[in-house]
Structure formats: structure tokens, C-alpha cells
């Protein structure tokens, strides 16, 4: 049987011991919440750039039926400056092109990020299996 002294004592580490957990906790709980945010923001990012690339598509498909001849007319800012065919298709390709690498590097990203949730709810989790075992 343990005497007062050595309870006291094992409850005075205890403590800091506790004040650890719960700092390391939250500090776990705030990287997931905005991790979480990151990926919210990558899959916006994505949804709206497959939507430029298909603005793009759609622009390239209508422009292709037309004759070489006809003037066409680029939107800048209030300005219409006119564009060869050529031009304007070179234009949507590289957007397109464009798009579809900016995508791939949110995709990777994305991917990264949900790795970092899992890990940081498998560190919460362990944490607190732990801390119930003592």
C-alpha cells in the first residue's frame, strides 16, 4: 500500500502530464481543421478550373465550324481585339492545357493533405487510447 507522499507525488506529475496532452490535443485538432480547409479549398480550385477547361472546349468546338476568314474578336478587360482563328484556338488549347496541369498539381495536393488529416485523427486517436490506459 502506497503512503499519502507517494500519491501526492504521482499526482503532481500527473498533471503536467495532462496539461501536455490536452495542449497537444488541440494543437492536433487545429492542423486538422485547417487541413481540412486546404482540401475545401483545392476541390473549389478544381471545380472551378474544370470549368474553365470546359468554357474552353465548348469556345474551341464552336470556333472550328466557322471559316478560316471570319473575324473573330477576343474579350480583354472592356477591349475586343481582333484575333485570327489560329490565334484564338492557340489561346484555348494552352488554357486548356494549362488548366489540366494546375488540376493535376491539386490533385497531388489534395492527396497530401488528406494523408495529413488521417494521420493527424490516427495521432488524436492514439493519444487518447493512451491516455485511457494509464
Known amino acids: 500500500m502506497r503512503s499519502l507522499c507517494t500519491w ?12 501536455e496532452l490536452k495542449k497537444a490535443f488541440s494543437e492536433l485538432q487545429v492542423k486538422m481543421i485547417d487541413t481540412q480547409q486546404k482540401v ?31 473575324p473573330l474578336y477576343e474579350g480583354v ?7 485570327s482563328k ?8 494552352e488554357k486548356q492545357k494549362t488548366a489540366q ?17 488521417k494521420e493527424a485523427e490516427d495521432n488524436i486517436r492514439e493519444m487518447l487510447l493512451s491516455r485511457r490506459a494509464q
Open 8 to 19: 501526492a507525488a504521482l499526482l503532481k506529475m500527473a498533471a503536467p502530464v495532462d496539461l
Open 40 to 70: 475545401k479549398l483545392a476541390d473549389l480550385q478544381i471545380d472551378q478550373l474544370t470549368r474553365v477547361q470546359k468554357l474552353a472546349k465548348v469556345t474551341h468546338k464552336e470556333i472550328s465550324t466557322l471559316s478560316d476568314d471570319t
Open 77 to 83: 478587360g472592356r477591349m475586343f481585339i481582333l484575333q
Open 86 to 93: 489560329e490565334e484564338i484556338n492557340d489561346q484555348l488549347t
Open 101 to 117: 496541369e494546375k488540376i493535376k498539381e491539386l490533385e497531388q495536393k489534395k492527396v497530401y493533405l488528406e494523408r495529413s488529416v
